[in-house]
């Protein structure tokens, strides 16, 4: 069975610092796919990325970064410069795919790091 | 307007009651997902759906009851609510096939927030 845990439930930084998101996933898949999702105040979800198991390139995206590791099984989160905006949940997920490489899509969540940034 | 609408937003109900929350996609996507959101679960899959007439169990299906007869809609029935089914609701789609900058992102709705008296 899949699984990801998201050891931090809270976390709080000042404005300007860097903050880490930790993720840790377990699957039996060879094929899989790896998200980040934000959750604001307001409740919605946001998209922010996706990672196949075969692209273990780190990823940078304005102060976002990402770092995705098969051998501890972990997929890491990193805001640089934090700003109050960036105060929200953010959830990892994790997707199945089949032997073909495509998935029905279905997310196995972690429980959620609840982020606060303080001006 | 194009996207994914879920309806109500907010639902106030008794134990015992049957409710219904809505979900709507105007993309003709292919799949279809309820998750149901509570603390320190993150979020959890209730069922999901392949295609109309299509539907199969997630990882807490029991008191839902699930429908696709048209692509766009895939309605959630909580049979008899129960209070333990106090949760936020979130529907889910994505398009089928493989490639393309949206393969395998699922686009999420906004939501409903169901309270079970």
């Known amino acids: 069975a899949q699984k990801v845990t998201q050891a931090q439930t809270e976390i709080s930084v000042v404005e300007k610092e860097d903050v880490t998101l930790d993720c840790v996933y377990e699957?039996?898949?060879?094929?899989?796919?790896l998200f980040w999702y934000k959750q604001p105040p307001s409740g919605e979800l946001v998209f922010l990325i996706r990672?196949?198991?075969?692209?273990?390139q780190n990823e940078i995206s304005g102060r976002y970064s990402w770092n995705f590791q098969k051998s501890t099984s972990s997929f890491n989160f990193t805001i640089t410069a934090s700003q109050v905006v960036d105060s929200a949940v953010y959830f990892c997920?994790?997707?199945?795919?089949?032997?073909?490489?495509?998935?029905?899509?279905?997310?196995?969540f972690g429980q959620g790091t609840i982020l606060t940034v303080h001006p | 307007d194009a996207g994914i609408t879920q309806s109500p937003r907010y639902k106030i109900t008794e134990t015992g009651r049957q409710v219904t929350l809505m979900c709507h996609q105007t993309?003709?996507?292919?799949?279809m997902f309820w998750y149901r959101q509570d603390l320190g679960h993150g979020l959890r899959l209730i069922y999901y759906?392949?295609?109309?007439?299509?539907?199969d169990k997630g990882e807490v299906p029991d008191g839902y009851v699930v429908s696709r007869s048209k692509t766009e809609n895939f309605p959630l029935t909580l049979e008899s609510a129960t209070r333990s089914q106090t949760s936020v609701y979130f529907c889910?789609?994505?398009?089928?096939?493989?490639?393309?900058?949206?393969?395998?992102?699922?686009?999420f709705g906004p939501g409903t927030r169901l309270t079970v008296l």
């Open positions: 990672r196949n198991s075969f692209d273990e």
């Open positions: 759906s392949a295609a109309a007439d299509i539907t």
């Open positions: 993309w003709s996507h292919s799949y």
């Open positions: 889910a789609s994505r398009p089928a096939g493989g490639g393309g900058s949206s393969y395998n992102e699922q686009f």
């Open positions: 699957t039996r898949d060879t094929t899989y796919y």
């Open positions: 997920a994790l997707s199945e795919a089949n032997a073909g490489g495509t998935s029905y899509g279905k997310l196995t």
